[in-house]
């Protein structure tokens, strides 16, 4: 097995794929997320439901749907995602490739493994790079860590049995610069992204509220302003060309709001675990 990448403080071996690691925890029945203390070091994350030493963050963990007979001689694997805030507060999405055999044509945050003896942050900041060219300048960003996914994929069962299982770390990184200045700056990874948009908190807050994470998914609020209506009609984005060149994308509300299928299929939806990471980031902007 390789090295441990996700841990319980007090337990020195790591947690079986086949294992739940909200379960291990203790969570009760319920759909979560779970309060977990969590130790980032470097290249590993150490878990546990009550404070340890070495616990530099107290995050939500929310669960994976529960599994069926699974390897037993795999580890679950840890990655991290980044919620790249820009200075007006828009934060940026990117649609992976059709190509991927993990959840194509997904919409999601930059993310991705963190390698062995890697920091997290580091991590994070490498696949931003790697995804969309952006490279953050020293002292003209900050982080803060803002939750944890259990993840699996495929992700329901009636996909078939689970062949990942991860611990996604998702990171808050504030940008000193403008939409604006980082879009003129990005450039895609075309065997990567094929489109990336800008999301604001309105838009964010209705994409989040459709959560699917349930047997009954959230609804899309009936209250919202009409500005944000005519906003959720059409979301604009940029899409890649097989010339290396982009084009202007205009996506229906229905794109943005579809929930998990119960059958597999590769439509474009914004991923399960993003609507959570979207509902985390409203939270700290309302702090």
């Not at 679950?76 to 959840?103: C, I």
């Not at 994409?207 to 959230?218: L, Q």
Request: hydrophobic share 40%; proline share 10%; net charge neutral.
């Amino acid at each position: 097995m390789a090295a441990a990448r996700v841990l319980l403080s007090g337990r020195p071996e790591s947690v079986s794929f086949a294992q739940s690691v909200c379960g291990l925890l203790g969570a009760g029945p319920g759909l979560g997320p779970w309060p977990t203390y969590c130790g980032l070091k470097r290249g590993q994350l150490v878990l546990s439901d009550r404070p340890f030493p070495g616990a530099s963050a107290r995050l939500p963990l929310q669960p994976r749907a529960p599994g069926a007979e699974l390897p037993t001689n795999r580890g679950v694997d840890l990655a991290v995602a980044v919620v790249l805030q820009s200075s007006d507060q828009t934060v940026l999405l990117t649609r992976r490739t059709r190509t991927l055999n993990v959840s194509p044509n997904l919409w999601v945050p930059p993310g991705g493994h963190v390698e062995p003896d890697e920091e997290l942050l580091d991590g994070g900041l490498r696949e931003l790079w790697e995804e969309s060219g952006l490279q953050l300048p020293q002292g003209q960003f900050f982080w803060v860590p803002l939750g944890l996914w259990e993840s699996a994929y495929p992700p329901r069962l009636s996909w078939g049995l689970p062949k990942y299982h991860h611990i996604i770390l998702y990171l808050l990184v504030i940008s000193q610069e403008s939409q604006q200045q980082l879009q003129a700056r990005i450039q895609p990874n075309p065997r990567e992204v094929s489109a990336l948009m800008w999301l604001g908190r309105d838009v964010a807050a209705a994409v989040a509220a459709t959560e699917d994470g349930t047997e009954t998914p959230r609804h899309l609020p009936q209250d919202l302003p009409p500005s944000v209506l005519q906003e959720l009609s059409f979301c604009s984005a940029v899409e890649l060309e097989e010339n290396g060149g982009a084009r202007p994308l205009v996506l229906p509300t229905s794109t943005l709001l579809r929930t998990t299928p119960a059958t597999a299929d590769s439509k474009e939806r914004v991923s399960t675990g993003t609507k959570f990471a979207l509902r985390l980031w409203l939270q700290h902007l309302g702090r």
